[in-house]
């Protein structure tokens, strides 16, 4: 009897262990489950600081840091936001596991709202301007940076977890040379690539018939009648609505590369063609203008004349515009100018504006440096020739007339 007790109680407190056993290995297990794919992963460790990889779009900023490191320091994807938003849902990233080692992605456009919404910060920095930019003596920068932060789930007084933190950054330049801009056929159609740390994606160029800039451009074959106005539309999309667009120059060169040391400028600052008008610079995020076809000198013989149209363009802090644009106060006086946060040139490629020798309506014929003189029927040459002829007879007539005069007053006196 006494051997049938002793083993009953035995046996009661063996299934006591057991489940005290499983109930821990349970908790262990919901506090920290170690997923599959992180079991055999080279990143199935402690957190380290190149656990994060930022991707510095166009339009949007994008984050991926390898999430088994968070399950090894007992957090999960649900613990993870950033700058410590954890009421709001958008603020938290997704668990990949398609990828190798797996990722926790974060992805925000770069617009005021969702910047600030995760409590991002945004600062405008001021730097010398470089390379293509060195005449510029203040240039800005966007800087968007910000801070993954886990959340401890404990509910005691202490822990022992350790604090997680990502911190990124992205430094983005205002300012770009929209070059290799050859305007063609149909109009202007930007074809953009994205580049890490560039808003360049968010600019695109249009150009339309009318100043209402709704009729698209329609260029045939064989090219437009000179002095054809045509309205230009530089636009920015997707940005945010601290930064407005700001054209500093615009030129034309019969080649597609900007850098050419043959060009003929549209405007720069105050100083403008005589057919040029700015209609907007500087005051939203459409900056317009427009100017009048012309041929260039060198395609004379040409009948057709292709030009590409190039932009140096930026994008400048709503609140500091209005400093950053020339002061045409002064007639032919520009300050050096400053440019808000500029890097390295940007190109934005299109197709080409080509006009004939066709002068618009009785219109003469425009002609400006590079530009070419005004078509009439006849060569230079033959015009030259003409010319002579005109002052040889009106020579002859007016010795005919002093010899007339002269026979005529001498007969008196010989009588």
């Known amino acids: 009897m006494c051997r049938t007790r002793s083993t009953k109680r035995s046996t009661l407190r063996t299934m006591r262990l057991v489940i005290l056993l499983c109930l821990l290995v349970l908790i262990v297990r919901t506090e920290a489950q170690i997923?599959?794919?992180?079991?055999?992963?080279?990143t199935n460790r402690a957190p380290e600081n190149s656990d994060i990889f930022v991707t510095c779009g166009s339009d949007h900023m994008d984050l991926a840091i390898y999430i088994c490191p968070m399950y090894q320091a007992l957090y999960n994807e649900s613990l993870m936001a950033l700058n410590s938003q954890y009421d709001t849902p958008e603020c938290y990233g997704t668990a990949d596991w398609t990828?190798?080692?797996?990722v926790l992605r974060f992805s925000f456009p770069?617009?005021?709202s969702?910047?600030?919404?995760?409590?991002?910060?945004m600062k405008i920095t001021n730097e010398l301007g470089t390379g293509a930019f060195a005449d510029f003596s203040n240039v800005q920068f966007a800087n968007i940076s910000g801070i993954v932060t886990s959340r401890d789930p404990s509910l005691g007084m202490i822990t022992y977890r350790p604090q997680i933190l990502y911190k990124f950054s992205c430094l983005y330049p205002m300012q770009y040379l929209l070059n290799n801009t050859q305007l063609a056929v149909s109009g202007v159609n930007l074809a953009i690539n994205d580049n890490n740390g560039s808003f360049i994606s968010t600019l695109g160029m249009k150009l339309f018939e009318d100043e209402n800039q709704q009729t698209p451009l329609s260029v045939p074959a064989s090219g437009l009648n000179l002095k054809t106005k045509i309205y230009v539309s530089v636009k920015a999309t997707n940005l945010t609505e601290r930064f407005n667009v700001l054209l500093d120059r615009c030129y034309a060169t019969?080649?597609?590369f900007p850098m050419s040391n043959r060009s003929y400028d549209l405007f720069v600052g105050c100083n403008r063609d005589e057919q040029t008008q700015v209609i907007l610079n500087g005051v939203s995020q459409i900056a317009s203008f427009s100017f009048e076809a012309f041929r260039f000198v060198e395609h004379r013989n040409l009948t057709v004349s292709t030009f590409y149209v190039h932009c140096v363009t930026r994008l400048c802090d709503v609140s500091s515009c209005v400093a950053l644009k020339p002061d045409c106060s002064q007639s032919g006086k520009r300050r050096k100018r400053?440019?808000?946060?500029?890097?390295?040139?940007?190109?934005?490629?299109?197709?080409?504006?080509?006009?004939?020798?066709?002068?618009?309506?009785?219109?003469?014929?425009?002609?400006?440096?590079?530009?070419?003189?005004?078509?009439?029927?006849?060569?230079?040459?033959v015009v030259a020739v003409i010319v002579c002829i005109v002052i040889l007879s009106i020579?002859?007539?007016?010795?005919?007339?002093?010899?007339?005069?002269?026979?005529?007053?001498?007969k008196p006196i010989i009588q």
Do not use: H, W
């Open 35 to 42: 997923p599959d794919p992180c079991i055999t992963s080279d």
């Open 99 to 102: 990828v190798d080692p797996p």
């Open 110 to 112: 770069l617009n005021t």
């Open 114 to 121: 969702a910047v600030s919404s995760c409590g991002n910060n």
């Open 254 to 256: 019969t080649i597609p």
């Open 338 to 381: 400053e440019a808000e946060d500029v890097s390295d040139s940007t190109t934005v490629s299109s197709t080409a504006i080509r006009v004939g020798k066709i002068s618009n309506g009785d219109a003469q014929t425009f002609s400006a440096s590079y530009g070419t003189s005004p078509e009439s029927g006849y060569s230079s040459p």
């Open 395 to 410: 020579l002859f007539v007016a010795m005919a007339a002093y010899f007339m005069f002269y026979i005529r007053r001498r």
